[in-house]
């Protein structure tokens, strides 16, 4: 495992723990393609905490547009989920 002392080490290793989490979560559910938020937000975890940083992977289906479905895959959405996450630098 490769570590550093940059300051965006911890905010970046948390969105891939959240991908790796998704994915996991979700590699063998069939319930893909997903085509809309509504779809989403019925699939997503309820009661499994799921956190990016300090929003909910709930909170981040909000800040997705009609360009990012249909979601084709685990993998698929991991990604688009991951790229809404904030950066916190401290």
């Known amino acids: 495992m490769i570590t550093t002392n940059h300051p965006l ?11 790796l989490r998704l994915i996991e979560y979700f590699k ?13 937000a019925e699939v997503l975890p309820c009661g499994l905490s799921l956190p990016c940083g300090t929003i909910e ?23 688009k989920l991951a790229n809404k996450c904030l950066i916190k630098k401290d």
């Open 28 to 40: 063998d559910k069939d319930v893909f393609p997903i085509k809309s938020k509504v779809e989403l």
């Open 9 to 19: 080490y911890e905010a970046l290793k948390d969105i891939q723990d959240f991908k």
């Open 57 to 79: 992977a709930g909170e981040l289906v909000k800040l997705l547009t009609d360009n990012d479905f249909p979601i084709k895959d685990a993998e698929d959405l991991a990604m």
